[in-house]
Each structure stands twice: as C-alpha cells, then as structure tokens.
T-cell receptor
C-alpha cells in the first residue's frame, strides 16, 4: 500500500514566522507532488505543485522536494492568521496514476 | 466562470435509501474523481474516470456506483450497501497532463439519520 505520511499537528507558529510542513512518501516511482490547503468545513485548494528536485517558490510559499530521501516540504514565510488551516500533501503514485493523500497537518498561526 | 459544482451541499439519508450526489465541471477536463473524507483523515479515492463512458474503482468503491455519460458530469450514487456513508464527499477533475493537478468542487456533506 502506497503511503504518504504527515505529522498531524497542530503546528503552532506566531504571526510573521516561517511555518515548515513536512511529508514523506513510500513510492519511489512518484513523479508529481502537491500541497493543498483546506480550511475547516471547506474543500481542498491546490496551492503548490512540484515535479523536480529542489525548491519552487510562489509568493510566500516554497515547496521543496528531495526524491532520494522521499521527502516533500512546504515553507510558509511571514505566516498570517489567515494561513491557519490543514495542509494536505498529495503524491501521484508512479504506477497507478492516482493521487495518494496524507492525513494533513493542522497549522495554527497566532497573533 | 470555470469551475466544479457539487450539489446538494448538505444531504440527509435514511437507512436503506440510495442517494445520488451531483458533480458538474465546465473546465473541459477529461478526468474526474470522487473522494471521501472522514474527520481527521486524508482523502480516499472512491471512483475515477479518465474519459467518457469509462471509469475505474478506487480504493473504497464498495457500496458506491458512478456513471460518466457526459464529459461535464460524474454523478455518484451512495447505495444502501454502503454501511457507513456519513462523510464529506469531494469531486475533483484534472487534465491528463500538468502532472495530474486536481481541482476540487465545494463538496457534499452526507449524513445518515
């Protein structure tokens, strides 16, 4: 069974700090990796996609991928209370063309 | 505006009833998906369809059925055979390229009374 693991949290950070969210995956054949943000009671919203090793930046968000270590992370700079949500890591399973989701990390940004 | 719509937003079902959840998209996406989310858990794939008139079972298809007669529509029926249907149901769609980026509708919250 292909797996995606995330720390459930909550991860609590002060406003203006950097939030670091981590994800590990078991399928070495995976090629596509995604971060979704999900507010309580709402559906997931795609915020970052990353396909190659290294960093990808988009505004306050940076996704980092290390395929050798099977590790994906999401950094949120200058965290705001509006960033408080659950962040879901998703990995496209190499052999099955299906997204496998982690259970999510709950982030709480306090003023 | 392009997007994915799901209806109804809330649905209540009595034991033994079949109910159908609607999912429509005007993004011209080929692939569509149904997921189920339980509290504190990740999304689990129920069914998916890569093209019209074709669909495959996901990881938890038992007690569910789907159809894909039009590119825009992918309804999900929750049958009485589904023993624990209370959950948040999410429909998504994607293009076959761009690494299978999936975009979600607003969801339907189903409660069994």
């Amino acid at each position: 069974q292909k797996e995606v693991e995330q720390n459930s949290g909550p991860l609590s950070v002060p406003e203006g700090a950097i939030a670091s969210l981590n994800c590990t995956y078991s399928d070495r054949g995976s090629q596509s990796f995604f971060w979704y943000r999900q507010y309580s009671g709402k559906s997931p919203e795609l915020i970052m996609s990353i396909y190659s090793n290294g960093d990808k930046e988009d505004g306050r968000f940076t996704a980092q991928l290390n395929k050798a270590s099977q590790y994906v992370s999401l950094l949120i700079r200058d965290s705001q209370p509006s960033d408080s949500a659950t962040y879901l890591c998703a990995v496209l399973s190499g052999g099955y063309n299906k997204l496998i989701f982690g259970a999510g990390t709950r982030l709480a940004v306090h003023p | 505006d392009g997007g994915i719509t799901q209806s109804p937003k809330y649905l209540f079902r009595k034991e033994g009833q079949n109910v159908t959840l609607s999912c429509e998209q005007n993004l011209n996406h080929d692939a569509m998906y149904w997921y189920r989310q339980d509290p504190g858990q990740g999304l689990r794939l129920i069914y998916y369809s890569q093209i019209v008139n074709d669909f495959q079972k996901g990881d938890i298809a038992e007690g569910y059925s789907v159809s894909r007669e039009k590119k825009e529509s992918f309804p999900l029926t929750v049958t009485s055979a589904q023993k624990n249907p209370t959950a948040f149901y999410l429909c998504a769609s994607s293009l076959p390229y761009r690494g299978n980026e999936q975009f979600f509708g607003p969801g339907t919250r189903l409660t069994v009374l």
